[in-house]
């Protein structure tokens, strides 16, 4: 079940039901007479049940929560003579300790007994309730975290969008994408209309929904929105494989570009990424700078696939005097056919035909040979360039008849043969 970190509202606290408490003491202190009630309670709470309930706040606020726990049992130990108002009181009291040691069992049984007495104010009906929907979600038992919920709706006239934040988790924890729609998108229109923040989690919420949905376009709409009120390294690389998905390689190189520029393209893979789209664009020059300061910064490892990478970079920036150290590492480290063809390749265009020889020779003995005929044509014309006519010719000569270059490996031979007797013949005229 995939999990989706959730900033749930706090748990009900001892403070705030002993302040509901407070507002129902039997005795008033200006006249010591009954206070009328300030709400819809007719109930009240006697002084000794207060102080009682008074200890247990003071070892709660100190995180003694088994002395807070014991300060209440007195008062079960009497529940039948506590009148309801008492009653909801003390398990709301006990839900809150419950909830703080992470016993949601036993909150969840506090809460019940809460919810069952009758007179019940609405505050606290609707605080026991909510709280009965958190703990249910905090056990992942998600259908009843919404059963709860759609009770709490039903009585609640002014929800926060927290609330129906909460509910969009608990069907998209149940992988129910689509039902979690609506709720996000509820929270997030009372925000506007309050002129409330849309909250980082709301957003990234709605994101993965639209995601799973395969909505890519809103997600991306979505993202950009995270990007702009919450930079961090993994949105702005989200957003960038959101452009990817949708084919727009050069949105997604510049996201990514910003993204490095901020310093957020950290990890390896991020980094090769962004090299890639650089090539991808026509960016080489870029792609070079990124790869030798990833590993001049050890932040990329210097192996064959690495390098090979920054060879081709190299080649596509036309930086051929650069790449030939490259290469030459690359070739020595991973013995194949290709590199050393790649480094042959490399010192032909710089002239330098006797290790182009060199390399192609090698490139014959490497790994993973491929395309043997090819490297024997190279390797002949860098001979030949080098002056070393009989084993260039030797070489052209051992191009096989059935090759596709064997029509050019034959008149490269005759040629030769015609420069070796012309030379022959100089020098026995001298």
């Not at 969840?108 to 009906?125: C, S, W």
């Not at 393209?265 to 090539?279: E, F, I, K, M």
């Not at 064959?304 to 920036?317: D, F, I, K, V």
């Not at 490399?346 to 390399?359: E, I, V």
């Amino acid at each position: 079940m995939k999990r989706v970190q959730t900033q749930l509202f706090s748990a009900l606290a001892l403070t705030i039901g002993l302040t509901l408490a407070a507002s129902a003491v039997g005795d008033s202190p200006k006249n010591g007479k009954p206070a009328k009630p300030q709400t819809k309670v007719t109930q009240t709470l006697s002084q000794a049940t207060y102080k009682q309930m008074e200890m247990a706040q003071k070892a709660f606020e100190a995180k003694d929560y088994k002395g807070a726990e014991a300060a209440l049992d007195p008062l079960k130990v009497k529940l039948d003579k506590l009148n309801d108002y008492e009653k909801a009181t003390l398990w709301n009291l006990y839900a809150a300790i419950f909830r703080s040691e992470d016993d949601n069992k036993r909150a969840i049984d506090a809460y019940a007994q809460v919810l069952k007495q009758n007179n019940l104010p609405d505050g606290m009906r609707d605080g026991a309730l909510f709280s009965l929907a958190q703990t249910f979600f905090l056990m992942e038992d998600y259908p009843k975290a919404i059963r709860v919920l759609d009770k709490w709706f039903a009585v609640v006239q002014d929800v926060q969008p927290d609330a129906y934040i909460l509910y969009a988790q608990a069907y998209y924890q149940q992988q129910k994408y689509a039902e979690a729609k609506a709720p996000i998108l509820k929270a997030l229109t009372i925000a506007k209309q309050r002129n409330q923040p849309l909250k980082e989690n709301w957003l990234g919420l709605l994101r993965a929904v639209f995601y799973e949905l395969k909505d890519y376009p809103k997600a991306t709409k979505v993202m950009e929105v995270l990007v702009t009120n919450y930079p961090k390294d993994t949105y702005f690389l989200q957003l960038s494989g959101l452009y990817g998905l949708a084919g727009d390689q050069k949105k997604q190189l510049e996201v990514m570009h910003v993204a490095y520029l901020g310093g957020y393209v950290t990890q390896p893979s991020d980094v090769l990424n962004l090299a890639r789209l650089y090539l991808a664009q026509e960016a080489p020059q870029r792609a070079v700078d990124l790869l030798l300061t990833k590993m001049r910064d050890k932040v990329l490892e210097v192996n064959a696939e690495n390098l090979q990478l920054l060879a081709q970079a190299l080649s596509l920036a036309k930086d051929t005097e650069q790449s030939v150290p490259v290469l030459v590492r690359l070739s020595q480290m991973s013995g194949e056919s290709k590199h050393y063809n790649y480094l042959g390749q490399a010192y032909t265009q710089l002239g330098d035909w006797s290790k182009a020889a060199q390399a192609f020779d090698a490139a014959l003995k490497g790994k993973n040979v491929s395309n043997t005929d090819s490297l024997h044509m190279q390797l002949g014309t860098a001979l030949y360039n080098d002056g070393k006519l009989i084993q260039a010719r030797e070489v052209f000569r051992g191009i096989p008849g059935s090759s596709s270059n064997a029509e050019a490996a034959a008149n490269w031979a005759k040629f030769i043969t015609t420069e070796v007797e012309r030379n022959q013949a100089l020098k026995s005229k001298s």
